[in-house]
């Protein structure tokens, strides 16, 4: 089974909207990370936001807000009023276990298209 | 602070030809790793290092090897490279800072092997 499943292959989204992209995530560890990174086109890996499983309340970093609904093993990125510069590919990732010693697991990412 | 940096940012190989990634980090974290990413897919973990001296393995470590004698530094080694391993290498950072994990990339080597 999939550790990481991200279900959006592609989203195409108006300027200014909000967005949405989902993430599921399969562990039996009570401790783990969550973790969302944006790739642009130019191909590097930027950080975006971190939820882990203890945190009580979902992750925020600006424009980016992390829906975490640990029952539903879910977590979800929100992105507010989306802008032209927020098109890429997002991924999800999940660390299992503390520290973070494990590395990361990813998900195969959701191509986000922000339209004028 | 400089974060990850890793070297090349390019490289094409023959088949059978070695060669090394380097990748170092300025941010004292214990936790260094690899990932590899071909085209359409996310990251898969190669090697990982938990500390200077300290190595495993991840998901795909056929064909790479790994070593850590410092914190910074956390070279990747193709001893004998082959056409599978065309792909996209990112080197990784972590920690656990104010009580919240934090894994930084860097800037990746995209690796044609002919």
């Known amino acids: 089974a999939q550790k990481i499943t991200q279900t959006q292959p592609g989203m195409f989204v108006q300027e200014k909207e909000a967005v949405t992209l989902d993430c599921t995530y399969d562990t039996s560890d009570p401790s783990y990370g969550l973790f969302w990174y944006k790739q642009p086109s130019s191909g590097e890996m930027i950080f975006l936001i971190y939820q882990g499983s203890y945190d009580q309340q979902n992750a925020t970093e600006g424009r980016y807000s992390l829906n975490f609904q640990k029952a539903r093993k879910s977590a979800n990125l929100v992105i507010s009023a989306s802008q032209l510069g927020d098109s890429a590919m997002y991924f999800c990732?999940?660390?299992?276990?503390?520290?973070?010693?494990?590395?990361?697991?990813f998900g195969k990412g959701t191509h986000l298209i922000i339209q004028p | 602070n400089a974060g990850v940096t890793q070297t090349p940012k390019f490289q094409v190989l023959k088949t059978g030809q070695s060669m090394t990634l380097q990748c170092a980090q300025d941010?004292?974290?214990?936790?260094m790793s690899w990932y590899r990413q071909d085209p359409g897919m996310g990251l898969r973990l190669i090697h990982y290092s938990v500390g200077a001296g300290i190595t495993d393995q991840g998901e795909v470590p056929n064909g790479y090897n790994v070593s850590r004698s410092t914190t910074e530094d956390f070279p990747l080694r193709l001893l004998s490279a082959a056409p599978s391993q065309t792909s996209v290498y990112f080197c990784a950072s972590s920690g656990r800072v104010g009580g919240r994990d934090e894994q930084f990339f860097g800037p990746g080597t995209r690796l044609t092997v002919l």
């Open positions: 990732a999940m660390r299992e276990g503390g520290g973070g010693a494990d590395g990361l697991t």
């Open positions: 941010m004292n974290h214990e936790y």
